[in-house]
């Protein structure tokens, strides 16, 4: 079992910069990958960012160039650094972790709202 407990979501201004974080604990080590994903009101669960074990990093067409995902193995942390954000972003925030057993894990999930 894993478990995942996200921080850092709020409201900011267009704009503006968050940083969520992720913190897993349990059986981390059987993870294979970790990555942030975001739902808007009304609409589906998208993919923002994830980073596999080996370092690798992916980001969703919309968020490149402004978020940015990184993982403090020592600390079994993900982060997610989130800079001009746009009303768009705005949305509930979970952080989501794969076993090796292609088993997915999720957090309780984190608001960000983003204001004009």
């Known amino acids: 079992q894993v478990q995942l407990v996200e921080s850092g979501g709020g409201l900011v201004q267009a704009g503006g910069s968050l940083r969520l974080s992720c913190a897993a604990s349990?059986?981390?080590?059987?993870?294979?990958?970790m990555g942030w994903h975001r739902q808007a009101p009304g609409e589906q669960r998208e993919l923002v960012a994830g980073i596999a074990s080996g370092g690798g990093t992916s980001y969703a067409t919309s968020v490149k160039g402004r978020f940015t995902i990184s993982r403090d193995n020592a600390n079994n942390t993900v982060n997610l650094q989130m800079n001009d954000l746009k009303l768009e972003d705005t949305g509930v925030y979970f952080c989501a972790a794969v076993s090796s057993r292609m088993y997915t894990y999720w957090g309780q999930g984190t608001q960000v709202t983003v204001s004009s």
């Open positions: 349990g059986s981390v080590f059987g993870l294979i990958s």
